[in-house]
């Protein structure tokens, strides 16, 4: 495995290209199960997730041509309904085939997910969904497989309990060709997923968001092929900006979706962050001394639970009391104690919360019941440098942000997760100045 060695401290400045968002190259990628005909992408991030999406449909006899961002994917008549464990239990994505290759060809075999270990993710609102458009799907707990049957799939009106972003995703990939129209009500309402819906009905589907969290699909006999090109990744864009303002330095990033930001650019510029945005160029930098926040993550158009990682880090920077609520998953604070190791004062609280079950995104059965949902961060804070450990994807992106700010040298292990969803992430931090490299374990 390799590790970053990063000297932090080095004031990030100059321009950078977004790459494509892997929550949606990922989605369209499993579309091509949905045609016999051929599909182009463009924009498509160069990261172990989409790789090992092309390698899962390479099992189900998707043909595929990955290079220089661009995708070419092609279905051959092979009929395999069979996700081999070995590829699907590594990619939480992986139940997302169970629609397509059920309105298909009315079996699936597939792998429980794997993917970021954060909380307990289950997909109970998936399968309950598919149920209620004719799946016959049960989970044999002796394999490790869901195994689908459905003669047809038929379209319905589902209400999901409580948002879910695949879900949703899910739901759309099956109904695109079940029978007659298919209505979501609480649907995820996040930008990617208007993205999927776009690359979709290019294809033939006729999907229509209806209201902000209702989307109707009508069913249709047959989808062709497509060209399409996939928005940037807004994770990577408020990476990036939050590198900005904690180092002191001036970030532009072109291919930017800012106006999809605001839940981020808001409490960013009442924290002292400063941003200039136009067209598709956004510049990013820091306008004075920090202030705290407090946030509280949630679906869109909420601060997204993802960006909470990076928050932290610059929280630790402001004078006085910041706090973090994570509303949407139930165990996303892996990075708390490495930011703890760098001198940074954060501490777990449990805020006080009238309805559970109502204000969590998660499941309250899947909550160990101890664990406290919220950080406090006393700032200001100068980190310091630290061997630390990777988690998770975002939990990733916190420390490499931590280690960047840090004076010093850190070492940053664990980093095949960071490889997951970010494309090229220490060459871009390098042509910004950054003071990072990649090296072998054994080079150290
Ligand atoms: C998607 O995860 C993204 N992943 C996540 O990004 C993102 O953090 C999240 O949405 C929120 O926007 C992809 O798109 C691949 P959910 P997803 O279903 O779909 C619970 C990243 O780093 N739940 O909205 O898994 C669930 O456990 C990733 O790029 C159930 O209990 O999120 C969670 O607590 C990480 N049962 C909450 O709901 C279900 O059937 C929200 O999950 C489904 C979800």
Same mark, same amino acid.
């Given at each position: 495995? &390799?590790?970053f060695?990063?000297h932090?401290?080095?004031?990030?400045?100059?321009?950078?290209?977004?790459?494509?968002?892997?929550?949606?190259? #990922?989605?369209?990628?499993?579309?091509?199960?949905?045609?016999?005909?051929?599909?182009?992408? &463009?924009?498509?991030?160069?990261?172990?997730?989409?790789? /090992?999406?092309?390698?899962?449909?390479?099992? #189900?006899?998707?043909?595929?041509?990955?290079?220089?961002?661009?995708?070419?994917?092609?279905?051959?008549?092979?009929?395999?309904?069979?996700?081999? /464990?070995?590829?699907?239990?590594?990619?939480?994505?992986?139940?997302?085939?169970?629609?397509?290759?059920?309105?298909?060809?009315?079996?699936?075999?597939?792998?429980?997910?794997?993917?970021?270990?954060?909380?307990?993710?289950?997909?109970?609102?998936?399968?309950?969904?598919?149920?209620?458009?004719?799946?016959?799907?049960?989970?044999?707990?002796?394999?490790?497989?869901?195994?689908?049957?459905?003669?047809?799939?038929?379209?319905?009106?589902?209400?999901?309990?409580?948002?879910?972003?695949?879900?949703?995703?899910?739901?759309?990939l099956?109904?695109?060709?079940?029978?007659?129209?298919?209505?979501i009500?609480?649907?995820?309402?996040?930008?990617?997923?208007?993205?999927?819906i776009?690359?979709?009905?290019?294809?033939?589907? !006729?999907?229509?968001?209806?209201?902000?969290?209702?989307?109707?699909?009508?069913?249709?006999?047959?989808?062709?092929?497509?060209s399409?090109?996939?928005?940037? %990744?807004?994770?990577?864009?408020?990476?990036?900006?939050?590198?900005?303002?904690?180092?002191?330095?001036?970030?532009?990033?072109?291919?930017s979706?800012?106006?999809?930001?605001?839940?981020?650019?808001?409490?960013f !510029? %009442?924290?002292?962050?400063?941003?200039?945005?136009?067209?598709?160029?956004?510049?990013?930098?820091?306008s004075?001394?920090?202030?705290?926040?407090?946030?509280?993550?949630?679906?869109?158009?909420?601060?997204?639970? %993802?960006?909470?990682?990076?928050?932290?880090?610059?929280?630790?920077?402001?004078?006085? /009391?910041?706090?973090?609520h994570?509303?949407?998953?139930?165990?996303?604070?892996?990075?708390?104690?490495?930011?703890?190791k760098?001198?940074?004062?954060?501490?777990?609280?449990?805020?006080?919360?009238?309805?559970?079950?109502?204000?969590?995104?998660?499941?309250?059965?899947?909550?160990?019941?101890?664990?406290?949902?919220?950080?406090?961060?006393?700032?200001?804070?100068?980190?310091?440098?630290?061997?630390?450990?990777?988690?998770? /994807?975002?939990?990733?992106?916190?420390?490499?942000?931590?280690? #960047?700010?840090?004076?010093?040298?850190?070492?940053?292990?664990?980093?095949?997760?960071?490889?997951?969803g970010?494309?090229?992430?220490?060459?871009?931090?390098?042509?910004?100045?950054?003071?990072?490299?990649?090296?072998?374990?054994?080079?150290?």
């Open positions: 495995m &390799d590790k060695v990063v932090g401290g080095v004031p990030l400045k100059g321009e950078v290209r977004l790459s494509g968002a892997k929550n949606v190259a #990922l989605k369209t990628i499993v579309a091509s199960l949905l045609t016999d005909d051929e599909i182009t992408i &463009d924009n498509v991030p160069d990261i172990i997730d989409v790789r /090992l999406m092309l390698e899962l449909l390479g099992t #189900l006899g998707v043909k595929s041509h990955f290079s220089g961002n661009h995708v070419r994917l092609i279905r051959n008549s092979l009929r395999n309904y069979e996700v081999p /464990l070995e590829v699907g239990a590594r990619l939480r994505t992986t139940t997302l085939v169970l629609g397509p290759l059920l309105s298909r060809f009315g079996s699936a075999l597939v792998p429980n997910p794997g993917g970021c270990r954060i909380g307990a993710r289950p997909i109970d609102r998936h399968i309950d969904a598919l149920r209620q458009m004719g799946a016959r799907i049960t989970y044999n707990s002796r394999d490790g497989f869901f195994h689908g049957q459905a003669d047809s799939l038929h379209g319905t009106v589902i209400r999901f309990p409580k948002n879910t972003h695949t879900g949703t995703e899910s739901i759309i099956a109904a695109v060709l079940a029978k007659g129209q298919t209505v009500e609480n649907a995820a309402a996040e930008v990617e997923v208007d993205d999927l776009e690359f979709l009905n290019g294809m033939g589907a !006729r999907i229509v968001r209806t209201k902000p969290r209702e989307i109707k699909i009508d069913g249709v006999t047959r989808l062709h092929g497509t399409y090109r996939l928005m940037s %990744d807004r994770n990577e864009e408020v990476t990036l900006a939050v590198a900005a303002a904690l180092t002191g330095g001036t970030v532009t990033v072109t291919g979706v800012h106006r999809t930001l605001m839940a981020f650019l808001n409490p !510029r %009442d924290a002292g962050g400063r941003y200039s945005a136009g067209g598709d160029t956004a510049t990013y930098s820091v004075r001394n920090l202030r705290p926040q407090d946030i509280i993550t949630a679906p869109h158009p909420g601060f997204m639970t %993802d960006w909470q990682g990076p928050w932290a880090v610059l929280m630790t920077r402001a004078a006085g /009391l910041s706090t973090i994570e509303a949407v998953f139930e165990s996303r604070f892996s990075y708390v104690p490495e930011l703890q760098m001198g940074a004062d954060v501490s777990f609280f449990q805020p006080e919360v009238r309805d559970p079950e109502k204000f969590y995104n998660f499941n309250m059965r899947d909550h160990d019941g101890m664990s406290p949902q919220a950080v406090r961060i006393k700032g200001p804070t100068r980190l310091h440098d630290a061997v630390l450990m990777m988690h998770d /994807l975002r939990a990733g992106a916190t420390l490499l942000l931590a280690a #960047l700010t840090a004076p010093g040298k850190s070492y940053v292990h664990g980093i095949e997760h960071i490889d997951r970010y494309e090229n992430i220490e060459k871009k931090l390098q042509a910004l100045g950054g003071r990072i490299i990649r090296v072998p374990e054994e080079a150290i």
